[in-house]
């Protein structure tokens, strides 16, 4: 294992005192187990420290924060390894868990579970993020996440808003596309509202005659931050040349690729934590090829189940196409009002979510 010297000349480690080092050292060699720490005094310099995965790969984060004085060297291999354990909820079907590869450190999942708000601000029908204003919508997502926390205390649950920032269109549009892209200054606009509650955001675009090849890079600046993920939409995909709304759409494993690879170079361009992409499903046409799509250790996928009704309708839909083509993680979606629509349907309750195998990861409530 080479380690490489990103300091700056004439810096160097600063060790306490050799019984403490000398545990920080031992604690991050048991096998990728435990953080390794580096120890640094407060004239360290703010280069990118060298980080050493499980696979031995080197990876050099941002810049630390000046008043840091302990930055983590190492994936926690043997956490990760417990946590996919524990969402796989005791699955014995030998599908779960997927076969995966080690995310950069500072992933998200599964350490943490994230429920969402979905929506466009233009609109009142397309979900709870446009509906209400700010301030009742904000109160209401953290209130969820609250009811989630209750319900499973062994995970940490963050919010998430989750904008549609291309929205499939009946009409073809300047473009012929049958898609329309949101101003600039609306996702900045969700920016703001996440930034008050420390929520994640995800973009999310529903292409229509477009491709994910032309709409993805549109947002690279965003996808540059931090907090910034992704999401796309297969059943607004219409690569059979219909206008959206007249049959359910698709995207190819090779489609779902180009993204991740998109996302894990700016990933690792800028330095910045792995990335998370949610693509939506409720028929097994929506993804097809699921065996060819590749995992990254830049960007972690998350299946999340689209379809609304009865609760019985949407477990099954989950065991089928979600459950039964495992990628990597899982979502699960509610809606408020179409969850109502069929007699006896109801919203389901965190507690009756997380009976699922495996737990879903991600919640999207629209």
């Given at each position: 294992?080479?380690?490489?010297?990103?300091?700056?000349?004439?810096?160097?480690?600063?060790?306490?005192?050799?019984?403490?080092?000398?545990?920080?050292?031992?604690?991050?060699?048991?096998?990728?187990?435990?953080?390794?720490?580096?120890?640094?005094?407060?004239?360290?310099?703010?280069?990118?420290?060298?980080?050493?995965?499980?696979?031995?790969?080197?990876?050099?984060?941002?810049?630390?924060?000046?008043?840091?004085?302990?930055?983590?060297?190492?994936?926690?291999?043997?956490?990760?390894?417990?946590?996919?354990?524990?969402?796989?909820?005791?699955?014995?079907?030998?599908?779960?868990?997927?076969?995966?590869?080690?995310?950069?450190?500072?992933?998200?999942?599964?350490?943490?579970?994230?429920?969402?708000?979905?929506?466009?601000?233009?609109?009142?029908?397309?979900?709870?993020?446009?509906?209400?204003?700010?301030?009742?919508?904000?109160?209401?997502?953290?209130?969820?996440?609250?009811?989630?926390?209750?319900?499973?205390?062994?995970?940490?649950?963050?919010?998430?808003?989750?904008?549609?920032?291309?929205?499939?269109?009946?009409?073809p549009g300047a473009a012929?596309?049958?898609?329309?892209?949101?101003?600039?200054?609306?996702?900045?606009?969700?920016?703001?509202?996440?930034?008050?509650?420390?929520?994640?955001?995800?973009?999310?675009?529903?292409?229509?005659?477009?491709?994910?090849?032309?709409?993805?890079?549109?947002?690279?600046?965003?996808?540059?931050?931090?907090?910034?993920?992704?999401?796309?939409?297969?059943?607004?995909?219409?690569?059979?040349?219909?206008?959206?709304?007249?049959?359910?759409?698709?995207?190819?494993?090779?489609?779902?690729?180009?993204?991740?690879?998109?996302?894990?170079?700016?990933?690792?361009?800028?330095?910045?934590?792995?990335?998370?992409?949610?693509?939506?499903?409720?028929?097994?046409?929506?993804?097809?090829?699921?065996?060819?799509?590749?995992?990254?250790?830049?960007?972690?996928?998350?299946?999340?189940?689209?379809?609304?009704?009865?609760?019985?309708?949407?477990?099954?839909?989950?065991?089928?196409?979600?459950?039964?083509?495992?990628?990597?993680?899982?979502g699960f979606k509610l809606?408020?009002?179409?969850?109502?629509?069929?007699?006896?349907?109801?919203?389901?309750?965190?507690?009756?979510?997380?009976?699922?195998?495996?737990?879903?990861?991600?919640?999207?409530?629209?």
């Amino acid at each position: 294992m080479d380690f490489v010297n990103s300091f700056a000349p004439g810096k160097q480690l600063k060790i306490f005192t050799m019984k403490k080092s000398v545990w920080l050292w031992i604690l991050a060699c048991i096998g990728g187990t435990a953080l390794g720490y580096a120890l640094l005094s407060n004239d360290s310099p703010k280069a990118a420290i060298p980080v050493i995965t499980s696979a031995d790969t080197i990876i050099k984060p941002g810049p630390a924060d000046p008043g840091l004085k302990a930055v983590p060297l190492f994936l926690d291999s043997a956490a990760y390894t417990a946590a996919v354990l524990k969402v796989t909820n005791g699955d014995s079907s030998g599908k779960w868990p997927v076969k995966d590869v080690f995310p950069l450190p500072g992933a998200i999942l599964p350490f943490k579970r994230i429920v969402a708000f979905y929506g466009n601000l233009y609109s009142k029908q397309m979900g709870i993020l446009g509906e209400l204003p700010e301030q009742q919508m904000t109160e209401k997502l953290l209130g969820e996440v609250k009811k989630w926390q209750e319900a499973d205390t062994t995970i940490e649950v963050i919010p998430a808003l989750h904008y549609i920032a291309v929205t499939a269109q009946q009409a073809p549009g300047a473009a012929g596309k049958y898609r329309l892209r949101m101003p600039f200054k609306e996702i900045d606009r969700v920016l703001k509202m996440a930034e008050k509650i420390n929520a994640l955001v995800f973009i999310d675009i529903q292409v229509g005659l477009s491709t994910v090849q032309s709409e993805v890079p549109e947002f690279e600046k965003y996808l540059k931050l931090p907090n910034v993920h992704f999401g796309i939409d297969p059943e607004f995909s219409m690569k059979s040349g219909h206008a959206p709304g007249k049959v359910v759409g698709t995207y190819d494993a090779a489609d779902i690729n180009f993204v991740t690879e998109y996302m894990a170079k700016l990933v690792r361009e800028n330095n910045i934590p792995p990335k998370i992409l949610v693509v939506h499903r409720f028929t097994q046409a929506m993804v097809t090829n699921y065996k060819q799509i590749k995992l990254r250790p830049e960007v972690q996928v998350v299946m999340d189940m689209d379809g609304w009704g009865h609760q019985a309708r949407k477990i099954n839909t989950y065991r089928r196409f979600v459950y039964g083509e495992p990628v990597q993680f899982t979502g699960f979606k509610l809606f408020y009002k179409n969850d109502l629509k069929e007699a006896g349907g109801h919203l389901m309750t965190p507690q009756e979510v997380l009976r699922l195998k495996p737990q879903p990861i991600y919640i999207q409530y629209q």
